[in-house]
């Protein structure tokens, strides 16, 4: 029999030349893409860092008592606003007043007994000028009687007398010298408002006033009032954090990159950052201002212990600080904790990254006020007390003429 399988094998199919010709226009297309984002990336993308895990950060300024006292009333409420130096808590004031009333009272008496220190110096000189004349008398006596004692016109008894005479004005002279010397040394290189029993009592109104003042407790900065937890009525002592100020216009932007984002990032840098509460419509433009001395993870409650048990490497990031922009913050503000998209341009490698960076300082006035108005009471007592009689300087000792001898 013969084989019936075909003589002849069926063709290769011939290649399609639509789909080559699709091929290859893929490739051109994949090649230009891929010069074009290598222009790119060279030209434009290297230069620019950017992360999404960035939140606006700022200032939350803890509103806490320096004294004792019972709430008495609240003036702020959780989303009100409040100025730079507005009552915030008023706490009972009847025990500081009357501890103020006391030091006042103390402070005056205290400035009526150095005057009267000073009144003394003159007295204690006339009772020297007296003696001093006492004892001229008893020397001029006893001069006469030395004159006349050949003669036989005085006995010794009577000039032993006034030689006596002369001996005790002479020792009470001295004891009201030593009585001026005394009561000087209480006065002297100082005035009624520098003596220091003055000055002990009127550091004792000042306390006492500090303490009355501190009843009001003032805003330190402008802001907003959050965490309010105090009530009228409740107990309180220095350090209940009673309500908190936020300042929305002094806020920044914290932006965690990653640790290798860093290399070419520098303090000065320009930042532009969008907020998830307005979207890509509102762009900021802020500046790199610092960097965090360790990465997130170290500063965490519950740092990774690295050396112990299995290890696996996690990618670190580091918190950035970003200044904004006061103008743009005030046409668009932006609250603490909200979700940022910052972008770096690092083109600019000029500036410091870890040295040389500026400090910033955070101070108020507030509470200045409270020691100028207690400077100003204590004038105000001493002024009251010391009268028509003023500082007097103490005038020097006269010298004293000297004793004859004694026969």
């Known amino acids: 029999?013969?084989?019936?399988?075909?003589?002849?094998?069926?063709?290769?199919?011939?290649?399609?030349?639509?789909?080559?010709?699709?091929?290859?226009?893929?490739?051109?297309?994949?090649?230009?893409?891929?010069?074009?984002?290598?222009?790119?990336?060279?030209?434009?993308?290297?230069?620019?860092?950017?992360?999404?895990?960035?939140?606006?950060?700022?200032?939350?300024?803890?509103?806490?008592?320096?004294?004792?006292?019972?709430?008495?009333?609240?003036?702020?409420?959780?989303?009100?606003?409040?100025?730079?130096?507005?009552?915030?808590?008023?706490?009972?004031?009847?025990?500081?007043?009357?501890?103020?009333?006391?030091?006042?009272?103390?402070?005056?008496?205290?400035?009526?007994?150095?005057?009267?220190?000073?009144?003394?110096?003159?007295?204690?000189?006339?009772?020297?000028?007296?003696?001093?004349?006492?004892?001229?008398?008893?020397?001029?006596?006893?001069?006469?009687?030395?004159?006349?004692?050949?003669?036989?016109?005085?006995?010794?008894?009577?000039?032993?007398?006034?030689?006596?005479?002369?001996?005790?004005?002479?020792?009470?002279?001295?004891?009201?010298?030593?009585?001026?010397?005394?009561?000087?040394?209480?006065?002297?290189?100082?005035?009624?408002?520098?003596?220091?029993?003055?000055?002990?009592?009127?550091?004792?109104?000042?306390?006492?006033?500090?303490?009355y003042a501190r009843n009001t407790l003032p805003a330190p900065v402008s802001g907003y009032v959050a965490k309010r937890s105090v009530q009228v009525g409740q107990r309180v002592s220095p350090g209940t954090p009673l309500m908190a100020i936020v300042p929305l216009n002094g806020v920044w932007v914290d932006a965690n990159f990653k640790e290798v984002q860093l290399k070419h990032m520098h303090v000065g840098q320009p930042v532009e950052l969008t907020a998830d509460i307005y979207g890509s419509s509102v762009v900021y433009h802020g500046r790199v201002v610092g960097f965090s001395a360790g990465t997130g993870s170290a500063f965490s409650l519950l740092p990774a212990q690295n050396a112990t048990g299995n290890w696996i490497k996690v990618v670190q990031r580091l918190p950035v600080r970003i200044a904004l922009d006061p103008q743009e913050l005030d046409k668009h503000p932006l609250r603490i904790g909200l979700s940022v998209d910052a972008e770096v341009n690092v083109r600019d490698e000029s500036g410091a990254q870890m040295q040389n960076v500026p400090n910033t300082v955070y101070q108020t006035d507030v509470f200045a006020k409270y020691g100028d108005q207690a400077d100003a009471e204590i004038a105000r007592i001493i002024a009251a007390n010391i009268g028509d009689q003023g500082d007097q300087p103490a005038p020097r000792a006269r010298p004293r003429k000297p004793a004859p001898k004694l026969m």
């Open 1 to 211: 029999m013969s084989d019936p399988r075909p003589t002849n094998a069926p063709a290769a199919p011939a290649t399609n030349p639509k789909r080559r010709a699709m091929m290859a226009l893929l490739t051109v297309v994949i090649l230009i893409a891929a010069v074009a984002y290598g222009f790119y990336y060279f030209l434009y993308a290297r230069f620019y860092e950017s992360t999404d895990d960035a939140y606006v950060n700022g200032n939350v300024v803890q509103i806490t008592p320096q004294v004792v006292g019972t709430v008495i009333a609240v003036n702020a409420d959780d989303t009100q606003t409040v100025k730079l130096g507005d009552p915030l808590v008023d706490l009972d004031p009847a025990d500081s007043k009357v501890a103020l009333q006391q030091a006042e009272a103390d402070l005056g008496q205290t400035v009526r007994q150095v005057r009267t220190l000073y009144v003394n110096n003159n007295t204690y000189e006339a009772q020297v000028a007296q003696r001093e004349t006492q004892l001229a008398q008893a020397q001029d006596d006893l001069r006469r009687r030395q004159a006349v004692a050949q003669t036989g016109a005085v006995s010794g008894e009577e000039l032993a007398h006034a030689q006596d005479a002369v001996k005790d004005a002479v020792a009470t002279l001295e004891a009201a010298e030593q009585q001026l010397a005394s009561n000087r040394a209480l006065t002297d290189n100082t005035t009624i408002e520098r003596h220091p029993n003055v000055l002990a009592a009127a550091a004792k109104v000042r306390d006492a006033y500090l303490n």
